[in-house]
């Protein structure tokens, strides 16, 4: 039983209903045209990126870590990076040279979110323009977003005593001002596009399928887990880009779909069966130790 | 606050108030202070000494301080072992109170209230677990109460866990009142039993299958012969086991750690029969719902695998050779060979979540975890914690015999 | 998650069935090599022709035969032949047997006389009184090997002996049958606790079986005493 985005939302506007205001504001229930039209993503073209790594000084700097390590040397490529609590982005060089090539990684904003759907008090949250924030005051640490991401993008502030989970934000505020995220504003070469989500998928099937182009033909988030508002197309096979290639096409709330739509069946169902078994046993001990004396008794039970 | 497990010596007819009748065991405090001077009580003692404060460096320094948790396990035992074994365990609970009220097994009575006792400690200890793995745990109320994240199972566990206390609690009513010598409030607490056994069950059966149901949303990350669309149903068939053997184990223990508190007519071994008939029952269900699950996936090759070999272990060592060890000593009446079948079975299931939530669980990632000192002991503090406040109810309440006023307690 | 391509996909299907049909297949020999054979502390004695009727919660009393006063029943037979043994009280009273004195072949007994004599593993002993008037025509010969039988199965294997009745509707009148004893049990099961020292709380454990041996429970330097009173063979006098 597939969740799609609409049935998606509804849940989440009908829960975002229930809840008080503040929870309300991120995701009152829209209709699906207005969801598509203001939906954002970025496309992750690697074959323009050159690995200067502005996007993660930018990003840094706008959420004031402390990162980057190792800005401006070349050896932070030796070895393959993944994002902490101090940098909400990386860029690997995933393959040595000819051609060289480099991959940046974050939080990938699915469009439906396994974190956003693990977290219990709805402190990761989707938002209907893309970004999934995070509400740091509702969170509980109970980690279950870590488990449940299949890019292992959320992270913890284990060596804090107040830890919180971190992850990059899509500059959410800085969206809601109008202003494009930190790392694609400072992208020297395009390799990072922001726009509508359809439209970068316009964009990026052109150059796909444009005559001689040198792309694998496979957008890299355009169906996994659902679709992600970050998509990659590149020149290299897919798997080289390390992102994960075993995640599916179906949204990961999909999985435990059939298991609480159990539950108001569970609610409905064992309370006539217990006491129905209840009446059944009393009746029958009423009938054993009393003989035809009790029938009387028995049959009011 | 732990109590002697010998008879407690005449008491001082002189400190006769209320705290020295219900608290001290009818001790005057000074007298009450020496008898605690047990080895048993020693060795707790000492185990707490060490593990509440690890627990407060815990909480001072943080989870990376006192943990061996990473950004790739996010995970480790005091989930894997206090909560989702000290779940699966506590559910001797809602068995026996089903087996009891709603079956009418009679035969069973004498081990309602171990077993419903065992549950909410069980359960108690279990989220004080999770309280300690929590990183934010004073946010506990947050999902409760005002920010409801509807799709998610773990909210749904929340709430069912919330419940379920209360209503294992109040469950555990009538022995307090009747302890407390509150016959009015006793009778009002009584008369809930049916009513709340039934919510009980329904509760449990909703948060049993959903602990496992947590596990879904990681198919990359758990090992395919764990991992199945069916976790939930093994979650709860496997509790249903894991209850029943946790009643014998612990009311073995119990007749014998508590002789003067126990009533010495109760068929402790006939019980062990009949429950290990059940357990015998499910493991044998269970041993073939998961074998169902492996054809299903078309899992078969993974078995010659090492993973295959360890899931054949548990499979074929914890859960097989239970059923066929229940069933053979149910059937000959050998009680020892039903208790430690029994023994081996809680392992069993510790094994099982374990399994899930640590060991098979990102089985294909070179950062592997393994718990810290601190971690270990402070899951050994909070089982001690618990088994001292066990020992605490038993001793002054009438759990494990009738309270001479209220002989009919079997009757409710 | 492994995918399924459609062809494997047909015998995947096969299999899960046949696990399916191979599991049904295992589980009823399997539940009744659990349930175990029928014994008698739980259910009725394979004699028994009629479900056994529980009384008080405590003691078993077969619907299908006769009890007297002093704890003994008969059952009617072949050619008017009747079996006589002890009932589930008595058994449960006494608890494990060492010997078990039958009175010998020939012999006359006579309701309400004392007719044999449990003994204990502690060497003390209480005799039991005869619910019938006649001849004795058989022992149980199994008893003499294993008096245990006596007190483990009484309506069953443990029955003691069987008796040529010479008064069967004239003792009859001294019998009882059916719903009177289910109140009698009751009364012994509640005169049981009035012998319970005060101290102890009430004996009515929570609804399972007694453990063998309660007279020894209650007092054991005086239970054959106590025994001998609740069977009705005590200093008081036996019943007429």
């Not at chain 2, 709603?102 to 989220?127: D, M, N, Q, S, W």
């Not at chain 2, 499979?315 to 009446?333: N, Q, V």
Request: hydrophobic fraction near 45%.
């Amino acid at each position: 039983m597939k969740l799609n985005r609409r049935t998606f939302f509804k849940v989440a506007g009908t829960a975002g209903a229930a809840a008080l205001a503040p929870a309300r504001t991120a995701s009152a229930a829209t209709s699906a045209e207005v969801l598509d039209a203001g939906r954002r993503g970025v496309l992750v073209d690697t074959t323009k990126c050159i690995g200067c790594r502005a996007c993660e000084a930018a990003c840094s700097e706008t959420n004031r870590l402390s990162g980057p390590a190792m800005p401006d040397d070349a050896a932070v490529f030796g070895s393959l990076r993944k994002t902490d609590t101090t940098s909400f982005t990386v860029v690997n060089r995933v393959t040595p040279a000819t051609p060289e090539r480099f991959v940046k990684q974050q939080c990938m904003h699915c469009l439906e979110p396994a974190c956003a759907s693990a977290c219990l008090a709805r402190a990761l949250d989707k938002t209907p323009m893309g970004p999934v924030v995070y509400h740091k005051d509702r969170c509980l640490g109970c980690r279950y977003c870590m488990v449940a991401c299949p890019f292992d993008v959320p992270k913890y502030e284990y060596d804090k005593a107040l830890p919180y989970v971190t992850k990059c934000t899509f500059c959410a505020d800085r969206q809601a001002k109008g202003e494009s995220p930190a790392c694609t504003s400072v992208c020297p070469t395009g390799a990072l596009t922001f726009g509508n989500r359809n439209e970068l998928l316009d964009i990026a099937r052109e150059r796909l399928y444009a005559k001689g182009s040198p792309y694998v033909r496979h957008i890299y988030g355009e169906n996994e887990v659902g679709g992600t508002s970050w998509m990659y197309i590149t020149d290299i096979p897919i798997e080289k880009l390390g992102l994960p290639t075993d995640v599916g096409s179906y949204a990961y709330s999909s999985l435990t779909q059939a298991s609480l739509a159990a539950v108001p069946f569970v609610l409905t169902l064992w309370p006539p069966l217990l006491m129905g078994i209840y009446s059944f046993s009393k009746r029958r001990d009423a009938v054993a130790a009393h003989g035809s004396d009790t029938q009387e008794e028995a049959d009011h039970v | 606050m732990s109590s002697p497990t010998t008879a407690p010596t005449v008491p001082d007819a002189t400190a006769r108030n209320w705290a020295s009748d219900k608290l001290f065991l009818g001790m005057s405090f000074w007298e009450y202070a020496k008898s605690l001077a047990t080895p048993g009580n020693f060795l707790a003692g000492l185990i707490m000494a060490i593990g509440l404060p690890l627990l407060a460096y815990r909480f001072i320094f943080g989870l990376g301080a006192a943990t061996n948790l990473s950004q790739t396990n996010p995970w480790g035992i005091w989930i894997g072992f206090d909560l989702l074994s000290g779940v699966a365990l506590a559910a001797g609970g809602y068995t026996l109170a089903t087996s009891v009220y709603i079956f009418g097994l009679e035969k069973y009575h004498a081990v309602v209230r171990p077993a419903v006792l065992t549950g909410f400690l069980g359960y108690l200890f279990a989220v004080l677990g999770l309280a300690a793995d929590l990183g934010r745990p004073w946010n506990l109320p947050v999902p409760i109460v005002y920010s409801f994240g509807g799709p998610s199972v773990m909210f749904e566990i929340a709430w069912c866990v919330v419940l379920y206390l209360t209503v294992l609690f109040m469950e555990f009513l009538p022995p307090i009142f009747e302890w407390l010598g509150w016959p009015k409030a006793r009778l009002w607490a009584v008369r809930m039993t049916i009513g709340l056994t039934v919510f009980g069950v329904m509760l449990s059966t909703l948060h049993q299958s959903s602990l496992g149901a947590l596990f879904l949303m990681a198919p990359t990350k758990l090992h395919p012969l764990w991992y199945s669309p069916f976790i939930p149903a093994y979650f709860f068939i496997s509790s249903i086991a894991a209850g029943l053997s946790m009643v014998i184990v612990e009311s073995a223990l119990s007749h014998r750690a508590f002789q003067h508190r126990a009533d010495h007519h109760t068929d402790v071994d006939g019980i062990a029969l009949g429950l290990a008939r059940g357990a015998s029952i499910v493991l044998f269900a269970y041993f073939f719902v998961k074998l169902q699950g492996i054809a299903d996936g078309g899992r078969w090759a993974l078995l010659s695998t090492p993973y295959g070999y360890w899931f054949l272990v548990e499979m074929l060592g914890f859960i097989l050779l239970p059923s066929m060890l229940f069933a053979y000593g149910a059937r000959h009446s050998h009680v020892r060979l039903v208790r430690w079948t029994a023994a081996w079975t809680v392992l069993g299931i510790v094994v099982n979540r374990l399994n899930v939530s640590v060991i098979a669980m990102n089985w294909n990632v070179p950062d592997r975890y393994i718990p810290s000192f601190m971690e270990v002991w402070i899951s050994i503090t909070l089982v001690t914690l618990g088994v001292s406040t066990f020992r605490w109810i038993v001793n002054r309440m009438p759990v494990l015999k009738a309270h001479p006023e209220y002989p009919e307690s079997s009757s409710h | 998650m492994i995918p399924h391509d459609i062809l494997t996909l047909y015998s995947a299907k096969m299999l899960e069935y046949g696990i399916a049909v191979l599991f049904l297949a295992l589980f009823i020999p399997f539940w009744r090599y659990v349930q175990g054979p029928v014994k008698a502390p739980a259910l009725a004695a394979a004699r028994s022709r009629r479900p056994a009727a529980r009384a008080a919660e405590w003691f078993l009393a077969p619907a299908d035969r006769l009890f007297h006063r002093g704890h003994a029943w008969l059952m009617g037979g072949d050619e008017g032949i009747v079996t006589v043994g002890m009932d589930d009280f008595a058994a449960k009273l006494v608890g494990p047997l060492s010997r078990v004195s039958l009175p010998a072949v020939g012999a006359s007994v006579g309701q309400g006389e004392q007719a044999w004599r449990l003994t204990a593993a502690d060497g003390r002993s209480v005799d039991m009184l005869s619910p019938v008037d006649g001849t004795v025509v058989e022992l149980n010969a199994a008893l003499a090997e294993t008096p245990e039988l006596a007190e483990r199965d009484p309506y069953g294997d443990g029955w003691l002996m069987r008796v040529r009745p010479s008064r069967l509707r004239a003792n009859r009148i001294n019998l009882m049958a059916g719903r009177a004893v289910h109140r009698w049990m009751e009364e012994a099961a509640a005169g049981l606790r009035g012998h319970v020292a005060p101290g102890l709380g009430a004996l009515a454990q929570d609804g399972g079986m007694p453990v063998a041996g309660m007279a020894r429970a209650i007092d054991p330097e005086g239970w054959d005493r106590l025994a001998a009173t609740l069977l009705l063979t005590g200093e008081e006098g036996s019943d007429a």
